[in-house]
């Protein structure tokens, strides 16, 4: 088994990159730095591989750090500026009336110290540096992957007092310049001055394609490990894509908008939770508007027998479609009153249980892919026959957004 490629690159080498990309003000320097950084790294797991043939040395599990927010494979860490605050308080034993507490507590407070940062992990640093190891110990990006998994959510059943101890031990290991980096991991705000988009094309220039059809940044890697050679990226079954999104558009200048003789669609404006719906063959997943995964969630459900959606749309679906990608919206469904409920009655959809007042509904207003065949390029029209011979609709469970014919004549 050989050496992964993560477990050669240390922490503080991302650390050293981040501090001089974020300090530097040129934006093509902040880029060349960035550049210098993942050539080294492929350098290293090219190494590995000619010693080692059977080596992981897929980026992944550094480019998930270089982009935290883009991360979904490892779930949410619930960890605020204001929770992290109270935990490293804790760890330290800081009294609530102490100056460290105050500093770590008020981060937002202007202060007149020129060695205090703008920001909560500034902040931090300014006041837990001297409590932490002064020498790097040579923690690894495995290492801190393996952390970071550890506090996430996604981990069941992991307890605050858990979690305490969990960070207890890593800062027996880790700098404080080193926790500065990591508390802005954490935190999915890495301040550096250029965004996801720019970082990703660094990595690849096909990467920001690729993530137009899927949010896992694991397969974004593995399927562009050599910026040398292209890849033609298209949906897939079962990954997520990013959805086509509304236009605002103020009334006055509508008008601009509809000027030929054409015939136009109209839909009605649903105000709950934008998803993507994939099914083949009996399995399916359901992805939020930004990615996320809820089909365990006792709402949805991966098979008809394992959640409260799912199973009703095994019973409603067309026994001739074995697969499809819908997109729509995720509504909450009053079941006493009979009626939708909506973002601003403060229903989050995600979370429904059976026992909620509230049940799913999902909205269809188009189809992807249907009975494996991918419809991007299909007229909306014949999109709009085939939506409608997927499955049977059931109030307050299933409906399609109903699409009016209209003109400027």
């Not at 902040?30 to 059977?54: A, H, S």
């Not at 992807?368 to 026959?385: A, F, G, M, Q």
Request: charged residues 25%; hydrophobic residues 35%; glycine residues 4%.
């Amino acid at each position: 088994m050989g050496v992964a490629l993560e477990a050669k690159i240390k922490f503080k080498q991302l650390c050293d990159t981040l501090e001089d990309i974020a300090k530097t003000y040129n934006v093509k320097k902040k880029e060349q730095i960035l550049q210098t950084f993942i050539d080294e790294c492929r350098n290293v797991g090219d190494k590995l591989k000619i010693e080692y043939p059977e080596s992981d040395v897929s980026f992944y599990p550094i480019l998930r750090l270089l982009v935290p927010h883009l991360e979904r494979q490892r779930g949410p860490h619930n960890l605020k500026q204001v929770s992290l605050a109270n935990l490293y308080a804790h760890i330290y034993g800081f009294a609530k009336n102490s100056d460290s507490y105050k500093k770590l507590t008020n981060y937002r407070e202007f202060s007149s110290d020129k060695f205090i940062g703008n920001d909560f992990a500034d902040r931090a640093y300014y006041v837990l540096n001297k409590k932490l190891p002064r020498i790097d110990t040579g923690l690894t990006i495995a290492q801190i992957n393996e952390f970071l998994d550890s506090i996430s959510e996604r981990k069941m059943n992991v307890t605050k007092q858990q979690k305490v101890e969990t960070f207890r031990v890593l800062f027996r290991q880790i700098t404080g310049f080193e926790m500065k980096w990591m508390t802005r991991i954490i935190l999915k705000d890495l301040r550096l001055g250029i965004g996801p988009q720019k970082i990703l094309h660094i990595y690849h220039p096909d990467a920001n394609d690729k993530s137009l059809v899927t949010n896992d940044l694991r397969e974004i890697c593995n399927q562009l490990h050599n910026p040398k050679i292209k890849l033609k990226c298209s949906i897939q079954i079962f990954s997520y894509f990013k959805p086509m999104l509304l236009e605002r558009c103020n009334i006055e200048n509508i008008g601009k908008l509809f000027r030929d003789n054409d015939l136009y669609y109209v839909q009605t404006k649903y105000d709950g939770e934008r998803s993507q719906l994939h099914m083949k063959n009996g399995k399916f997943k359901y992805f939020t508007r930004r990615g996320y995964d809820i089909t365990n969630k006792p709402g949805y459900g991966e098979t008809g027998s394992s959640g409260l959606l799912t199973a009703v749309f095994t019973r409603c679906l067309n026994s001739n479609c074995h697969s499809f990608i819908l997109d729509g919206e995720l509504m909450a469904w009053h079941k006493e009153k009979q009626i939708f409920s909506t973002k601003g009655m403060n229903v989050d959809v995600k979370h429904l249980l059976a026992s909620s007042h509230h049940q799913p509904c999902f909205v269809a207003f188009d189809v992807i892919l249907h009975n494996d065949i991918l419809l991007i390029d299909t007229p909306y029209e014949d999109r709009l026959k085939l939506l409608n011979d997927i499955f049977t609709e059931e109030e307050g469970s299933l409906t399609i957004c109903r699409s009016t014919l209209i003109s400027n004549r």
